[in-house]
Nanobody, 128 residues
Framework: VQLVESGGGLVQAGGSLRLSCEAS????????IVWFRQAPGKEREAVSC????????YSSDSVKGRFTIAGDNAANTVYLQLNSLKPEDTAVYYC??????????????????????WGKGTLVTVAS
């Protein structure tokens, strides 16, 4: 399984971007896709997660109401819509896949060590 992120770039504060995570290879419907981000000098943090099994989602408090995760299972692609961007959203955004049955669960979605596959990341820079 290979995960490839795209859609990052430079945007002004208040602007929007849409990130894509395309999976190649076989992915079971029981995998969840998680978006993480890592800012310079900070730990990697989970941003949003979607269960490919039932479409349920999780978003961290820091992005809730601004970022939206959505999946297109037929295209093996998960999107992260970033709205109302702030300079503190500047980070490398990674997508990851983790085996998860049923609905999205916070304890799995936020566990970096639990991820089975990782993409290489895409850089989002928000200028003030």
């Amino acid at each position: 399984v290979q995960l490839v992120e795209s859609g990052g770039g430079l945007v002004q504060a208040g602007g929007s971007l849409r990130l894509s995570c395309e999976a190649s290879g076989f992915i079971y419907d029981s995998y969840a896709i998680v978006w993480f981000r890592q800012a310079p000098g900070k730990e990697r943090e989970a941003v949003s997660c979607i269960s490919r099994n039932d479409g349920t989602t999780y978003s961290s408090d820091s992005v809730k109401g601004r970022f939206t995760i959505a999946g297109d299972n037929a295209a093996n692609t998960v999107y992260l819509q970033l709205n109302s961007l702030k300079p503190e959203d500047t980070a490398v955004y990674y997508c990851a896949a983790v085996w998860m049955s049923g609905s999205a669960r916070v304890n799995v979605c936020t566990n970096t060590d639990a991820m089975d596959y990782w993409g290489k990341g895409t850089l989002v820079t928000v200028a003030s």
